[in-house]
């Protein structure tokens, strides 16, 4: 069996994780990826059976993804960049059709919705999820001490921004906070968590990973306390509901006064998920399980040690 992982020749972690995987599961990996730098090839020379270079994005990444699953007969494809998905999904039943395998990610029309945050705001709410409010040029922002300016397409923190007393700040700070691509948020002050939700290829919730974050940098999570699944899992429950994705999904939520506030979600494997692996957690083992035997072995899967700080 073959299982094809894409733009994710700088994902070593990952990468490492499916290896390791695929010794004990009997399956090949092959990565595809535009950027292909020697130091990346070394790297992948260790863990894929076959390295691809992959056009950018359009209607000929398409057309070469459509070839490459045929002529390798591909079981499982995962996209780790969430812009690949908006193409991977058009791939979905031809993928079935031509190999009987199967596509991780999330419907277009959410792929839409969760890479841009002013989109997300309004779909949780609609959904009655808890989010950080979210303000417009009509909101009197000058009576919040503390705000939160965010790309409003942005990925990994990149551009975030916290602003504390900003009546008091000068002038040119509006020209930050008034770009159309930034959107201004309320800021909250609880505990952070990343869950990693996990459906199966039938988008039926399955189960959630919990880990608490005590070290973030360049948005990743750095060193993380796992937790007990309880207190997120109606949470979950809805959010698999709603997005209706295939495999893991990675979700950001702060815990405040015994609510959970949704902040992102990301339709791909997470950066933290590393450290719910070292936990004993298994998604990759999960999904191949799924595909050799037809049937959910999540308690196997998704059982973790509790309580533990794992570091990456």
């Not at 399956?27 to 260790?46: E, H, M, R, W």
């Not at 609609?126 to 000058?142: A, G, H, M, R, W």
Request: hydrophobic share 35%; charged share 30%; glycine share 6%.
């Amino acid at each position: 069996m073959k299982i094809l992982i894409l733009s994710a020749i700088k994902k070593k972690l990952l990468l490492k994780l499916f290896y390791n995987e695929s010794k004990k599961y009997n399956f090949k990996i092959i990565v595809a990826d535009s950027n292909l730098t020697q130091n990346n090839i070394n790297f992948g020379k260790k863990y894929c059976e076959i390295i691809l270079k992959s056009p950018q994005y359009g209607i000929k990444y398409i057309k070469w993804l459509s070839k490459i699953v045929i002529k390798y007969n591909i079981k499982l494809v995962i996209p780790t960049n969430s812009k690949e998905i908006f193409y991977t999904e058009k791939l979905r039943n031809i993928i079935k059709k031509k190999t009987g395998g199967f596509l991780t990610g999330v419907p277009i029309n959410i792929a839409t919705i969760v890479n841009d945050k002013k989109k997300l705001f309004n779909f949780l709410k609609k959904n009655k999820i808890e989010t950080p409010q979210v303000y417009s040029l009509k909101n009197n922002i000058d009576n919040y001490k503390k705000i939160v300016i965010k790309k409003r397409f942005g990925q990994a923190s990149k551009g975030l921004k916290i602003i504390r007393n900003i009546n008091k700040k000068n002038k040119n700070i509006s020209r930050k906070i008034y770009d159309k691509n930034n959107i201004i948020q309320e800021y909250l002050q609880g505990d952070e968590y990343g869950l990693d939700i996990l459906n199966n290829f039938k988008r039926k919730y399955e189960g959630v990973l919990v880990r608490k974050k005590i070290l973030m940098k360049n948005g990743e999570t750095k060193i993380a306390k796992i937790i007990k699944p309880e207190k997120f899992t109606n949470l979950s429950k809805k959010i698999s509901k709603i997005i209706k994705h295939v495999g893991p999904i990675d979700v950001d939520v702060i815990r405040l006064k015994n609510k959970n506030y949704v902040i992102d979600i990301n339709p791909r494997f997470g950066g933290g998920y590393s450290l719910s692996h070292k936990a004993g957690a298994n998604i990759p083992g999960f999904l191949v399980s799924l595909i050799k035997r037809k049937k959910s072995l999540k308690q196997k899967f998704l059982k973790q040690n509790f309580g533990k700080i794992y570091k990456q």
